[in-house]
């Protein structure tokens, strides 16, 4: 069962900008896009990008016109990429956080509509080794593409050409009913995540829905999806690779990012946030159950996860990341530090520690 056992106000947003939204995380850093009211087709304003610590202390912060309202950092190269106007006039920057400078703007070719008439743009993206995918918005027809895979690659440079794999109008299984065959509910694709397994998540925003390609790009391509109840408006959602971690939240409404530590997650399930219901909530994608694990937030959008990994022994509790080794080194630290003597065994002590003050003191001054 999932518990959250701390949640605290991890930053707020630097004076001058405001509704928080992208969010990821990398190389010890949470990133997070302040879209400041800014122009989602490119026609004025500017969004602030802040590299913070895991402790929510500003590193860096980059201003780049336009709306940046897809942000992911890749793990190959280090580069944070910045997806500008996802409703017109889209153009992709890059961040290098070891020069801490912006590339120059890259511009879409395969028939990408620019000016007046602009409607589409990108609003997320994956890596997925050597291939990188992007969510696209605003499909208006049968047939106009939702999710595509740049063939440019994970370091691209000049004219930016993708292929469509995911149109609207396509079909795939409900997960829930079992019917096939059924229309995919991809009116307005919004964030894109890799999964686990290597299947990609889009969440169908104002549709409500979650969908699922199982061997993206390939011949073996299918897809599958959960859709929620009406007046579930759902935003970033995640897969977690782990029972415990801690999440990043966009709290857009309140204007500041939530760090929430929790412990019994299933890997198995959807942790979404909720816009509509302001919530972080657990999804069961084959019965569609919805249980709300945070509750009072205020426009949640940007989720992000970092897990916390703990080794197949127990007694090497030096690996449950982000507490250093030389805080809790053994079995027996734990049991000093929750009071659990020797009449507790060793899954029961790890237990006590995810639930325990003690453990959430360390969060709070080694993450």
Do not use: C
């Not at 159950?289 to 090497?316: C, E, M, R, W, Y």
């Amino acid at each position: 069962m999932t518990k959250v056992i701390g949640e605290h106000i991890l930053t707020v947003a630097p004076v001058g900008s405001s509704a928080p939204d992208s969010i990821t995380t990398g190389d010890g850093s949470v990133w997070v896009e302040y879209g400041n009211g800014a122009d989602s087709t490119g026609g004025s304003g500017s969004s602030t990008i802040v590299q913070y610590s895991m402790l929510g202390a500003v590193e860096n912060t980059y201003t780049i016109k336009g709306l940046a309202d897809g942000l992911k950092f890749d793990p190959a190269t280090g580069n944070v990429w910045a997806l500008l106007n996802n409703d017109g006039n889209a153009t992709l920057r890059f961040i290098n956080p070891t020069t801490r400078q912006v590339s120059g703007t890259l511009t879409y070719g395969s028939g990408y509509v620019y000016g007046a008439n602009s409607s589409r743009g990108f609003d997320d993206v994956v890596f997925d080794g050597n291939r990188v995918f992007l969510s696209e918005t605003n499909p208006a027809n049968p047939g106009d593409p939702v999710i595509v895979q740049l063939l440019n690659g994970p370091a691209p440079f000049g004219t930016l050409e993708t292929q469509g794999i995911l149109s609207l109008g396509d079909t795939g299984t409900n997960l829930v009913t079992g019917q096939t065959n059924q229309p995919l509910p991809v009116t307005d694709p919004d964030s894109l995540k890799l999964l686990p397994t290597g299947d990609l998540l889009l969440t169908g925003e104002a549709d409500g829905a979650y969908i699922f390609v199982h061997d993206p790009g390939t011949p073996r391509q299918t897809e599958s999806f959960v859709q929620m109840p009406a007046g579930f408006v759902g935003d970033d959602a995640i897969m977690p690779t782990s029972n415990s971690g801690a999440f990043y939240i966009s709290n857009q409404g309140a204007n500041d990012i939530i760090r929430a530590t929790v412990t019994g997650l299933n890997t198995h399930d959807l942790y979404a946030d909720i816009a509509s219901k302001n919530e972080l909530v657990q999804i069961d994608p084959t019965t569609g159950k919805i249980t709300p694990i945070i509750t009072g937030l205020n426009n949640p959008h940007g989720l992000a996860f970092v897990a916390f990994a703990v080794t197949q022994d127990p007694s090497a509790l030096a690996s449950l990341v982000p507490v250093p080794s030389s805080n809790v080194s053994s079995i027996a630290n734990v049991a000093s530090e929750v009071g659990g003597g020797g009449s507790l065994s060793n899954g029961d002590l790890l237990n006590k520690w995810l639930t325990s003050d003690a453990h959430e003191s360390h969060l709070a001054h080694h993450t």
